[in-house]
C-alpha cells in the first residue's frame, strides 16, 4: 500500500513558476513509476509527465514539454513536478500517482495509488 500527498499548489501569475511535491509512504518508493496527471474543471482528467520506476525515462504531454520537468528522490521518497512558463490553460487540480515497476504510461487507469491533488490556479 502506498499513500501519496501532493504539496506545492497555489496561485501564480501567467510566465511564473511552481513546483509540486508529492510525498509517498512505505519503504519501496523506488520500485514505482510516478506520474502527474491534471483535471480542469469541466474537463477529463489528463496525463501530464511520468517517469519509469528506474528512473531512466521520462515522458511528457505535448502540451507542458519544455516548460515542465518530473524527477524524484528515491532517498526522500518524493516525486516532483516543476512548472515553468505556466499558462492559464495549465490551471487544474493537479494528481500524483504511482504504479508498481511501471513504465510510465501516459494511461490513469494503469496507476493504482493516486494521491488527493493539488490546485494550481494561474491568473492572467
Known amino acids: 500500500q502506498v499513500q501519496l500527498v501532493e504539496s506545492g499548489g497555489g496561485l501564480v501569475l501567467a510566465g511564473g513558476s511552481l513546483r509540486l511535491s508529492c510525498a509517498a509512504s512505505?519503504?519501496?518508493?523506488?520500485?514505482?513509476?510516478m506520474g502527474w496527471f491534471r483535471q480542469a474543471p469541466g474537463k477529463e482528467r489528463e496525463f501530464v509527465a511520468a517517469?519509469?520506476?528506474?528512473?531512466?525515462?521520462?515522458y511528457y504531454a505535448g502540451s507542458v514539454k519544455g516548460r515542465f520537468t518530473i524527477s524524484r528522490d528515491n532517498a526522500k521518497n518524493t516525486v516532483y513536478l516543476q512548472m515553468n512558463s505556466l499558462k492559464s490553460e495549465d490551471t487544474a487540480v493537479y494528481y500524483c500517482?504511482?504504479?508498481?515497476?511501471?513504465?510510465?504510461?501516459?494511461?490513469?487507469?494503469?496507476?493504482?495509488?493516486w494521491g488527493q491533488g493539488t490546485q494550481v490556479t494561474v491568473s492572467s
Open positions: 500517482a504511482a504504479q508498481k515497476y511501471g513504465l510510465g504510461s501516459p494511461v490513469g487507469d494503469e496507476y493504482s495509488y
Open positions: 512505505g519503504h519501496t518508493f523506488s520500485t514505482y513509476a
Open positions: 517517469m519509469t520506476w528506474s528512473g531512466g525515462m521520462t
